[in-house]
């Protein structure tokens, strides 16, 4: 089993910034992809960003060029550094990780709560 944990969520206002980190643990052997994924009441849960072993990102259009991902294999953690936040980035952010290189991993996080507000 592989238990994620994330970190970081909050309020802020728009234009604010806030780091993500989720910290995995358990069996780690053999995970490759890393994402982050949110969702708001309603609406399907959606990838944000997505990470390989070897580093290859993947980013939704809505947030490439004010989000960065990034992994620490040495400390299991990945982080979602997240700029420039819009109204519309609120959602409930959920860390993901999984054995394959790409799509949607089979573990998740309980999810951490981000909002942004003025």
């Known amino acids: 089993q592989v238990q994620l944990v994330e970190s970081g969520g909050g309020l802020v206002q728009p234009g604010g910034s806030l780091r993500l980190s989720c910290a995995a643990s358990?069996?780690?052997?053999?995970?490759?992809?890393k994402g982050w994924y949110r969702q708001v009441p309603g609406k399907r849960r959606e990838l944000v960003a997505h990470?390989?072993?070897?580093?290859?990102?993947t980013y939704a259009d809505s947030v490439k060029g004010r989000f960065t991902i990034s992994r620490d294999d040495g400390k299991n953690t990945v982080t979602l550094q997240m700029n420039s936040l819009k109204p519309e980035d609120t959602a409930v952010y959920y860390c993901?990780?999984?054995?394959?290189?790409?799509?949607?991993?089979?573990?998740w996080g309980r999810g951490t709560q981000v909002t942004v507000s003025s």
């Open positions: 993901n990780a999984g054995y394959e290189e790409y799509g949607v991993g089979y573990y």
């Open positions: 990470i390989t072993s070897l580093g290859r990102t």
């Open positions: 358990g069996r780690l052997s053999g995970i490759d992809g």
